[in-house]
């Protein structure tokens, strides 16, 4: 409360300018550190290292077993915010005597801190790769740890580093198992970029060096991406097995994205169960985050199914569940959850609302991806509504972020802008768009959105009169997915029955499809 800053304000100016210095220079451990830590990093009058522990104990420093000090969190915040030339020197030397550390038992001890560290030498010192270079000189087993903890723990890496530092990471000399889980990193990278075919030949090579443990993670990595791609015939075949892993999170994951593939291929039984062992799982495993993950499909899902009230309980959890501990990037995805389904509902106006404060917490966040998602999807929420000026100005802010990044949801920014441009009855620049659009998915993209980048042209062309090249583009979308998508197929054939008015098949097809998933698209 602001009452208690005051307080520590007020108490702090009281010590000593040594005893500030010494806690200034403290706060720059996150995660608790030891006596022998601080004599690394604390300097006091005259350069000498902190040589006695007692004024760590005397001011709000907690002492806990095996001699580990933790700031009250309070007041290393307060400190942080504050800042000081003396803080500033004592990180750059934390940040030295991490990477100098050769044991395997110092990785380990500061991992939770490490990404932070690096994250800030990279910003304020010059360059992420010196620092791993001069952890390389000492020990290659240590680096190759220290690039795994960067690229896992630290979203605010965003798009810079994690690239060469993986590569650089993989031309080390260390141990079958560390290589197996820099080869993992990389490759869910490289899913993540939409390279696909390089993602699953790095899997490959993991898996023949991993230990079983890894091994049950990357089995689900595999699924994960085959499943993205939209292949659920090879991801079920790889998460199926997983329903009974050992590990609860592998588990409540692998269920929650065979829920997910059972909601499109309209297995409803099948999904529920899914679901509902995948929220169980979760909740075994006490992962906060994992839980919420869950929530959310089976929220959407819930929803798909016109069970309003159990998907606004679940989403209603999930978002206490974040904002009681204080999980603001989850936050931000359980709003762009709920705005969509208040959408469904009608409430487009709220859509809107929940969709803007989504946003907001993204940009405070810093993370990219993140944000583009929910630009992405206030966008065609704000075209669904018909504000078409707001959806193309959100969609073309994410679409920038979109092409620094470069990655696959640049052809979700050009068909939501499509179709503000169908919207606005200017089905040429429209179909010119979708053409780009369609000839860079035909060399790197899933088959569900090049199906879907198809429909789009298909509705396109039809609005220029070209029925031909637009049914081409239908069945070619249709024989691409089948039925898998089905929301996506049902439109396909929807658009198919509108394009040729005796087509009755196509329209009974796209009754069915559309109104066992979403009755309002009917």
Not at 142 to 166: C, H, K, R, T
Request: net charge negative; proline share 2%; charged share 25%.
């Amino acid at each position: 409360s602001e009452a208690l800053h005051d307080v520590l304000r007020a108490s702090f100016e009281l010590l000593t300018p040594r005893a500030q210095s010494v806690l200034s220079q403290a706060s720059v451990f996150a995660g608790g550190f030891t006596a022998t830590a601080a004599a690394e990093v604390i300097r006091v009058q005259g350069g000498s290292p902190l040589a006695e522990p007692r004024i760590l104990r005397q001011h709000t420093l907690q002492e806990r077993v095996g001699g580990r000090f933790r700031m009250l969190p309070v007041l290393r915040e307060r400190l942080v915010a504050a800042g000081s030339q003396a803080r500033d020197d004592a990180r750059v030397r934390w940040v030295e005597w991490a990477v100098k550390r050769g044991s395997e038992a110092a990785a380990q001890a500061w991992t939770p801190s490490l990404a932070d560290a690096f994250v800030w030498f990279r910003e304020e010192r010059g360059n992420l790769l010196a620092a791993f270079d001069l952890a390389v000189e000492t020990c290659p087993e240590q680096a190759a740890l220290i690039a795994i903890s960067v690229v896992e723990e630290s979203d605010a890496l965003g798009s810079f580093g994690q690239g060469p530092l993986l590569e650089r990471a993989l031309a080390l000399d260390v141990a079958p198992s560390t290589r197996a889980t820099v080869l993992r990193m990389s490759a869910r990278r490289l899913a993540a970029s939409g390279s696909s075919e390089q993602a699953h030949r790095l899997f490959e090579r993991a898996v023949e060096l991993a230990e079983p443990d890894l091994a049950v993670q990357l089995q689900y990595d595999r699924g994960e991406l085959w499943l993205v791609q939209g292949d659920y015939d090879r991801a079920t075949e790889l998460l199926t097995p997983l329903r009974d892993a050992d590990s609860l999170v592998v588990r409540a994951n692998a269920l929650r994205r065979l829920g997910e593939m059972a909601r499109h291929r309209r297995q409803e039984a099948a999904a529920t169960e899914h679901f509902a062992a995948g929220i169980a799982a979760a909740e075994a495993s006490g992962c906060v985050q994992l839980i919420v993950a869950v929530l959310l499909s089976a929220a959407d899902f819930e929803h798909e199914l016109a069970h309003s009230s159990l998907a606004h309980e679940m989403l209603s959890r999930a978002l206490h569940l974040t904002q009681t501990h204080g999980l603001k990037n989850a936050m931000a995805r359980v709003l762009m959850i709920r705005g969509h389904a208040e959408m469904a509902d009608g409430h487009a106006i709220q859509a809107r609302r929940t969709l803007l404060e989504a946003c907001g917490l993204e940009r405070l966040s810093g993370n990219e991806r993140r944000l583009m998602q929910q630009l992405l999807r206030l966008g065609w929420i704000e075209a669904s509504i018909g504000d078409t000026a707001s959806a193309r100005e959100h969609l073309r802010e994410g679409r920038a972020i979109a092409d620094v990044s470069a990655t696959p949801l640049v052809i979700y920014f050009e068909m939501n802008l499509a179709v503000c441009e169908l919207d606005e009855g200017r089905p040429g620049t429209a179909l010119e768009r979708l053409n780009a659009a369609v000839a860079a998915a035909e060399q790197a993209s899933s088959k569900v959105n090049l199906a879907s980048l198809l429909f789009h042209r298909g509705w396109a062309a039809g609005a220029r009169g070209r029925t031909g090249d637009a049914l081409a583009d239908v069945d070619r979308a249709l024989s691409l997915i089948g039925e898998s998508v089905a929301v996506l197929a049902g439109e396909c054939y929807a658009l198919r029955a509108c394009l040729d008015p005796e087509d009755r098949d196509s329209l009974r097809r796209a009754g069915e499809l559309l109104t066992s998933e979403r009755g309002a698209l009917q």
